[in-house]
């Protein structure tokens, strides 16, 4: 568990093979709690949501790879939280059963009940605003949630890599802009919570990037996408 600020953050790393980052937020002054891509592990995530004392509000989605949205389904329906993703990945969110099968031999419920908006959203929690950073590259629609200490990253950008530019709706060119401008905009001391493995910073993040944005290494471990 992790206290940034006026926010308490918990990471669910789901089941294997996918071992993806679910992370519970909670806002300590209004005890409201949301969560960032719930990929699997259903109980396991809910639990937590309960153990806090408090339902859930909203489930935000950095983007729509089955191994990020493969618990929404169950968990809304638990919960009747909003679920927000941005447009340029509804027709990846609309198959990400399909992929989930195909790719993995896993079934998921497909995701019925979501929200999508356009550009850089701005949403809330305990009226407190989370900017949503269009960061296109991983996805078509992948977003970065940026809380002002700390910021989600999905898998745009993870420690020493970057997401995978070899699926469906990937571009390196467009992957590699997006990560220059979010190291270059945020604050040093940003805590990044990235989709899979540890969290790093910006000032950590700036230093490998200064070399490695040539070629950036692409983050392909877990079999997963």
């Not at 949501?49 to 638990?78: K, M, Q």
């Not at 939280?81 to 419920?109: N, P």
Request: with cysteine.
């Amino acid at each position: 568990m992790l206290k940034l600020g006026d926010f308490e953050i918990t990471t669910i790393v789901t089941d294997e093979p996918w071992s993806e980052n679910c992370y519970l937020v909670r806002h300590l002054p209004s005890a409201e709690q949301l969560l960032i891509d719930p990929g699997d592990s259903a109980d396991r995530i809910s639990q937590a949501v309960i153990s806090r004392g408090r339902g859930l509000e909203n489930i935000l989605i950095t983007h729509a790879h089955h191994d990020h949205v493969g618990a929404v389904d169950d968990l809304h329906r638990r919960f009747g939280a909003s679920c927000y993703l941005h447009k340029a990945d509804e027709r990846l969110m609309r198959q990400a059963h399909t992929y989930a099968f195909v790719f993995g031999g896993r079934q998921i419920e497909p995701v019925r009940a979501f929200n999508l908006y356009e550009d850089e959203e701005i949403l809330e929690i305990g009226k407190r605003p989370i900017r949503t950073i269009y960061t296109p590259g991983h996805t078509s629609g992948s977003v970065c949630y940026y809380f002002g200490d700390f910021v989600f990253t999905g898998d745009t950008i993870l420690y020493r890599h970057v997401g995978r530019s070899d699926t469906p709706g990937s571009d390196l060119g467009q992957l590699i802009s997006s990560v220059s401008r979010l190291v270059e905009q945020l604050p040093a001391e940003t805590v990044m919570l990235p989709g899979h493995g540890r969290s790093w910073t910006i000032k950590e993040a700036r230093s490998w990037w200064s070399e490695a944005a040539i070629a950036p290494p692409q983050y392909k471990q877990f079999g997963g996408i």
